[in-house]
């Protein structure tokens, strides 16, 4: 287990001597390509800063409005008739905007009932199975320049209803 550890903590200073010994011998100006990407990776931040503090708010909203706690009383019923865990349902819509909202969520859920519980199970396997699809399409398809979503969004969330569903299934089956 110690080489392990050793290897793991070697592995990034290798990698990092191997790519400026190469830019070396490829006579690269490697600092200089070093700080034009670093620059480079600054406008990109520039550019997408103004996405990700709406998608912070988005999810703050949703969180002290009560929008979420009404959304659960209003599928309640349904949910009950399906034998699907409501408590699920504010966790899966967060996680389309934000990963760390979610997994706040989650260990709200942890808390109320449990981790080896089924709706605990339930909502762990969810949030592993299901993509921040709002962050992503707005963050990376901005930063790549990628205009032509036409099919992402419907196909997003037909994948997230597939992860909760699936994750309702599976921790059944572990419960």
Same mark, same amino acid.
């Given at each position: ?49 103004? $996405? ?5 708010? &988005?999810? =703050?909203?949703?969180? #002290? @409005?009560?929008?979420?706690? +009404?959304? /659960? ?41 449990? $981790? ?5 199970? &339930?909502? =762990?396997?969810?949030? #592993? @199975?299901?993509?921040?699809? +709002?962050? /992503? ?39």
């Amino acid at each position: 287990m110690r080489y392990v550890i050793y290897i793991s903590n070697m592995l990034i200073p290798v990698i990092i001597v191997y790519v400026v010994f190469k830019g070396i011998i490829k006579k690269r100006p490697v600092f200089k390509d070093f700080t034009d990407g670093a620059a480079d990776g600054m406008k990109t931040v520039a550019n997408v800063l103004p $996405t990700l503090i709406g998608l912070m708010i &988005a999810v =703050s909203v949703l969180r #002290s @409005s009560g929008f979420l706690d +009404f959304l /659960t009383q209003m599928l309640s019923g349904a949910g009950s008739i399906m034998n699907f865990p409501v408590e699920i349902i504010p966790l899966a819509i967060v996680k389309m905007l934000s990963s760390s909202a979610a997994t706040g969520l989650m260990l709200d859920i942890f808390k109320e009932y449990g $981790t080896d519980s089924f709706i605990g199970l &339930a909502a =762990s396997i969810a949030l #592993s @199975s299901t993509e921040t699809i +709002f962050y /992503t399409m707005s963050v990376y398809f901005m930063a790549a320049n990628v205009n032509k979503t036409r099919w992402t969004f419907p196909g997003a969330l037909i994948a997230t209803l597939a992860g909760v569903i699936a994750s309702v299934a599976i921790a059944g089956m572990m419960v």
